[in-house]
């Protein structure tokens, strides 16, 4: 049974866990200095690990105040859902044939717009594709856009405020382009069913909002780095091996029936070894897998669901406490600190609400979602594609957070000023 002290134990290491995510690069420099444990040392630095451990260790304290029988029975309560689909996803549109296929359009809307290619690249991955992410889920377009970004942007010479600007647009562009349909964003996810919000609520409601803010982050920030981005280099695809359109149209419908078929891991998860099979039988047309990030974001995530579930003890309480404005700012808050499926779907359990309470959690949940990268679920996805690209091969969590704050703005001004 779990009782009281162990819940307080929960929310203490669930404390710790998000202290560790900020300091994470200090034990790297710990394995520096401590050779012979440098070992564990380089496995605390690794960001996507933290939430995992923790996770262990609250499975231990459960077992020690309860038994081993209630740690795996609480385990087992959990829903993986979420990091089993989130891991398929990002494997399976990382494929060479989905690549070829974005890559295609993104040079053919480069090649149509008035302005520089490089300059208009980065725009298209700024704007479009965190759009696309409200049809091909969010956590597919977060891996789209950051692999482009990694091949075509940030493997140049840039100053790390470009870099971090980058990255805080696109986190936040992510969160808040999935929500023009009601199951691409995790949190909306969370609610959408329950709450009877369609495809036609959401572009009413968040959508048309949503996408003018994105929209006017991507165009704000090139037009600040215009010229940065106007001397960096810029090729259209070359010498990579052409992908049969057959083989591209395959993967687009695996990655389609996968969408498709979220809520159930039994059957994405079969989707997901048939793909794995096709790649052996055509290893021709692909590239490296991405099984090692996706796992390790998957194991982050899992972490993040065990020990988020202690949470509602506190957490639910606050949220039924405010009001619609407090609770959205509230929200947007909490969700720097907590992942914002997890907020919307706590504040779903709370009973006789009315629609600007619903409107609130919601929109507040997806603005701070590019603040930290637990904040939604596509962003440790990201994190892992592009932290090779900063010092120590980790993006700071205090710069993102200052990186992310203007955009987090922008969609402030669309949620609360608009309509």
């Known amino acids: 049974m779990i009782t009281a002290q162990i819940e307080l134990w929960a929310a203490i290491i669930f404390a710790v866990a998000v202290v560790h995510t900020f300091f994470a690069s200090q034990f790297a420099k710990l394995a520096q200095r401590q050779t012979h444990h440098a070992g564990i040392w380089l496995l605390l630095s690794e960001v996507e690990v933290v939430f995992g451990f923790w996770a262990m260790i609250l499975l231990a304290v459960i077992a020690l105040y309860a038994g081993t029988g209630e740690a795996v029975h609480y385990l087992e309560s959990r829903n993986f859902t979420e990091p089993l689909f989130v891991f398929v996803i990002m494997v399976l549109a990382a494929s060479q044939p989905i690549l070829a296929v974005v890559r295609a359009l993104v040079a053919g809307l480069v090649k149509r717009m008035p302005m520089s290619p490089a300059l208009a690249y980065c725009w298209v991955v700024l704007a479009i594709v965190p759009l696309l992410g409200s049809f091909i889920t969010e956590p597919a377009a977060m891996t789209l856009a950051a692999l482009m970004l990694h091949e075509k942007v940030l493997k140049q010479p840039l100053p790390e405020s470009f870099r971090y600007g980058l990255v805080g647009v696109l986190f936040v562009n992510i969160s808040i382009g999935g929500v023009l349909t009601p199951y691409a964003a995790p949190p909306v996810l969370m609610v959408a069913g329950k709450w009877g919000w369609d495809t036609a609520y959401m572009m ?216």
Request: one cysteine or more; charged letters at 10%.
């Open 204 to 419: 009413q409601h968040f959508g048309w909002k949503a996408a003018l803010a994105v929209l006017f982050n991507a165009s704000m920030f090139c037009i600040l780095f215009r010229s940065r981005l106007g001397k960096l280099s810029y090729r259209h695809d070359q010498g990579q091996r052409e992908v049969p359109w057959l083989v591209s149209l395959i993967h687009l419908l695996l990655l389609s029936a996968v969408v498709m078929a979220a809520h159930h891991p039994a059957v994405f998860m079969g989707i997901f070894m048939l793909f794995l099979g096709i790649v052996q039988a055509y290893p021709q047309y692909q590239q490296r897998l991405l099984l090692k990030e996706g796992m390790l974001v998957g194991f982050f995530l899992a972490g993040l669901i065990t020990l988020g579930g202690m949470q509602q003890w506190w957490l639910q309480s606050l949220i039924a406490s405010l009001d619609s404005t407090v609770l959205y700012y509230g929200a947007t808050a909490l969700t720097a600190v907590t992942d914002n499926a997890a907020l919307t779907y706590l504040g779903s359990l709370v009973e006789g609400v009315d629609e600007s309470f619903k409107y609130a959690l919601v929109a507040g949940a997806v603005t701070g979602g590019g603040l930290t990268v637990i904040a939604n679920a596509p962003n440790p996805a990201g994190f892992s594609l592009l932290k090779g690209h900063f010092a120590n091969e980790s993006i700071h969590p205090g710069k993102l957070f200052m990186a992310a704050c203007l955009p987090t703005l922008v969609a402030i001004i669309a949620f609360r000023c608009l309509g």
